[in-house]
């Protein structure tokens, strides 16, 4: 068996350290801003975050180059130990001038989003330990009330039930959650899903809208 690190030259290495090292310096200017940080903290390239004091991080939380990380809510943004935010991914509680107040997002240790991902937490978005989203997944907690036809949607309002996906989760590329979805653990979802009710545990689902195919060690 081939050892990747032997394919890494040295001139590789210290690029990859000074690049850690310089997310590492902006993290200790971003953890001024922030509820708590508990340990490192790395943070890339033109990173945009509001309402810090709503935001807690725990050991080696990554926010990569480009992402957009919301914090006004009620309950607050709760990233695990080894979380990573990928490139681009956008967290939003509620709306940047006001209105409604989300309710926030609770991020388990060592789960990651994956580049250009969408998390719309305005309901309680609940994300076990080690889930892994692929690129551009998005997640709505909450949904449009349209009933009446003689109200514009716009005006009448929302519900909010919440989002919850369970521990050792892998989310396929450009997965699409809606709100009210349980999502349980050891579950693997196809890429290109749209998941519109609730998935048991260690199944394997596909499809829109999702539909389980399998479940997984059977």
């Known amino acids: 068996m ?7 030259s040295s001139a590789d290495k210290v690029c990859i350290l000074f690049r850690a090292g310089i997310k590492l310096l902006r993290g200790f200017w971003f953890r001024l801003f ?19 004091k709503h935001i807690t991080c725990g050991k080696n939380v990554k926010f990569e180059d480009f992402t957009e990380i919301h914090g006004l809510c009620n309950e607050g943004l709760q990233f695990g130990d080894n979380v990573t935010i990928s490139r681009g991914v956008m967290i939003r509680p ?30 309680r978005i609940i994300i076990g330990k080690n889930v892994m989203f692929g690129p551009k997944c998005s997640l709505f907690a909450e949904n449009h009330i349209f009933s009446d036809t003689k109200v514009n949607i716009k005006n009448q309002g929302v519900r909010q039930k919440g989002i919850t996906i369970g521990d050792d989760c892998w ?4 997965v699409i959650i809606l709100d009210g979805v349980t999502i349980g653990k050891g579950v693997v979802i196809g890429a290109g899903s749209i998941v ?10 596909m499809g829109s809208p999702a539909k389980v195919i399998r479940y997984r060690g059977l």
Do not use: E, Q, W
């Not at 081939?2 to 890494?8: L, P």
């Not at 989310?171 to 450009?174: A, C, F, L």
């Not at 519109?196 to 689902?205: E, G, I, L, M, Y």
């Open 196 to 205: 519109t009710h609730d998935v048991p545990n260690r199944a394997v689902a």
């Open 34 to 52: 922030l509820k708590k940080v508990k340990g490192s903290f790395l943070v890339g390239k033109h990173v945009h975050i509001t309402h810090g």
């Open 94 to 123: 509620s709306s940047y001038y006001g209105g409604d107040c989300g309710t926030g997002l609770v991020m388990g240790a060592n789960s990651s989003i994956g580049p250009m991902g969408y998390i719309g937490c305005s309901g």
């Open 171 to 174: 989310i396929g590329s450009h």
């Open 2 to 8: 081939v050892n990747f690190n032997d394919k890494i």
